[in-house]
Nanobody
């Protein structure tokens, strides 16, 4: 059974930081490209950051310079370090292996 379990969300003031984690099981994590996505109510899911099996990364323009994606294959975990958070970063954040499987999401709320 495949599971992607996100954690680390919460309520933070603007300018603050959070680190999201996503632990994968049931897949060979090291051969999966992984990504973080976010979705606001009534809107589509958008890619926030992506990391390949080789460690190459890409980011949405809105988070470049503020967010960092990383992975630890030994722990089957992908991380999203979020700094300088803004109210517009408020969303439910999901991890996924390029849309094949999805986690349940973790809520991030940034207050102004």
């Amino acid at each position: 059974q495949v599971q992607l379990v996100e954690s680390g969300g919460g309520l933070v003031q603007a300018g603050g930081s959070l680190r999201l984690s996503c632990v994968a099981s049931g897949i060979v994590f090291s051969i999966n490209d992984m990504g973080w996505y976010r979705q606001a109510p009534g809107k589509g899911r958008e890619l926030v950051a992506d990391i390949t099996t080789g460690g190459s990364t890409k980011y949405a323009d809105s988070v470049k310079g503020r967010f960092t994606i990383s992975r630890d294959n030994a722990k089957n975990t992908v991380y999203l370090q979020m700094n300088s958070l803004k109210p517009e970063d408020t969303d439910v954040y999901y991890c996924s292996n390029r849309g094949v499987y999805w986690g349940q999401g973790t809520q991030v709320t940034v207050s102004s």
